[in-house]
Each structure stands twice: as structure tokens, then as C-alpha cells.
């Protein structure tokens, strides 16, 4: 499969690197503005053609996909245009910054029959599909509740708050692990750094089962955190990807009614263990995946509903981040 990239900034070169070294694909086109970014680019892939102009990849009739890591508001534009060209399209996460934009690309998608697959990366994690694995073999019982920490003394941005940066990955996780959508969405979040631009965000998301979740975003914080934790009516469970050997991590934690004493529980501590965590690097795997389901025509893991649908819980999580500051005051 011949696959070309367009953007070479932060992400887009990770996403050349693995492309280029899957044995099933040919990285074909490298495209960026900038020049320097090409010429950076070109050293480690020189078997790739450098362009500044997305044009000649969608006039490239030997091309199959097209990769898109640019700047997250140019996302749902440039893959429509990719798609109507005839392209299979990979793009960056999130798809679009509103649901409407993202319902436009999965439409350009299926009229024009082609992949479309959103970078939803810790989907492909296999600490994460070990942890879904867990608790959908009703290992730790009825999930109560998860909560999601992703923290770190990070990069500042201008153009997007910490609910879009670092929310977008969250939210994928928890709403694979739900597998249903949220029919309530609550954000708080304050700008310390720049005005106007949440630096720490929570989130509270209720769904229809009953099931909840809290996500705590912040790119100011002394800790470097990475970790979803899931808690059941039997067991317990956390993925922690700062963890180097004990990714996903079991606790026979809970609550048992006592038998001596009609409605009463007990507290239970027992074992705790750790299954085994392929090390495989989740990029690769999801590129992988990419190149299969273009062979083969399959739906993608992180297909257009799953992009759509992340994209209108973080709306909705962005409606609300508004809507608190005008909060009634204590």
C-alpha cells in the first residue's frame, strides 16, 4: 500500500517512521509547508518524494492513502478533500472540532467507499486492550466507575485547552471500556497560563447503565501521569503506561455482604496481579491496523463512528466548560 503524509511537525514524523518500516506499505509522499520540516524529514526517509503542495499527492494515481497529522482545525478539510479525491484517509485525532464537521467527513467517507480511520492511538494500546479485555470477561463484575488521570508539567498551547489536547485520548479510552455513549457531560477547568485556554480541566461523564467516569486533564502538574483505572462490583483494575513492566495491574478489591448480618458488607483486600503486556509500540500496531483494513476493506477500530462520537462527547464536555463559568457562586 503506497501512503503519503501530510504535516511534519510534532506528530506526523512518528506516524512517517512507522509507515515507512511496515513491510505491507510504501511511504510514497512526504508533504509539509515548510521547507526545513522536509528537509528533516527527507534525511531519515529518503526514499520518500518531498512536496509543499497536497495536490500532487491527490493527483498521484498510484497513491492509496493519505495520512493527515497537520494542525487540528484543518483536520475535517483536508480529509474530505482526500476522500473525494479517492484516497484511503488516515487522520490525526480528533477528527473535527465540532460533530457536525466530523459527520461531514464520515459521510465524504462512505460516499466515496473508502477507509477512513481516526488516530485514536491508546485504542490500539495493548495495556488498554488488555484492560477492555478484563472487563469484558466479567472478571471484575459490574463496572461502577472509571476515572482517567493524564497529567504532566507540559507544553503550553495557544490553540486548543488541555479537554482537546490531552481529553481526546481519554475519552476514546473510556468510551471503548463503556461501549456505550454518556447521556450526561459536565467540565470544569480553569486558565492559569494564557487566558482563555483551560491548562486543567475534569470532567464527569453519567451513562445510561449507570456507569460513570472522571477525567482529570492538566498540563500543570508536578506529576507525570498516564492511568485509567476501573473499578467493578468484584475486582479492580488500573493500565498505567508510565508503568515500564506492570502496565495493567488487578486488585481483588471490594465489598462482600456479610452473611452474618442481613445488609451488611464487609471489606475485602486480597491478591493482586499482573497479567502480561505485549510491548509492542502502539503506533505500529495502529498503522498496522490501517494497511489491514484498506486490504482487506474492513471497518477500522477507530473507524467514523468512533470519531464522531468522541468528537461530540468532547463537544459537549466543551459546551458545559463554558457554561460552568457562569456558575452560581457559593
Known sequence: MRVGIVGLGY???NLARNFDRLPDAELRWICDASEEARARALAQLPGARPTADLDELLEDPDLDAVVIATHVP???VLATRVLEAGKHCFV????AQSAAEAEQVADAARSAGRVLMVGHLLEYHPGVQKLKEIADSGELGDIHYIYSNRLNLGKLRADENALWSLGAHDVSVVLRLAGEEPIEARAVGESYMRDGVEDVVFCYLRF?????AHLHLSWLDPHKERRFTV???KRMATFDDMELERKVTVYDKGFDQSFQSYGEYIARSGDIWSPHVSNEEPLRIECAHFVECVRTGSEPRSGPDSGVRVVRVLEALQRSLEESSRAAAV
Open 11 to 13: 506528530w506526523g514524523p
Open 74 to 76: 484543518s483536520h475535517p
Open 92 to 95: 490525526e485525532k480528533p477528527l
Open 208 to 212: 445510561e447503565s449507570g456507569l460513570a
Open 231 to 233: 473499578v467493578g462490583s
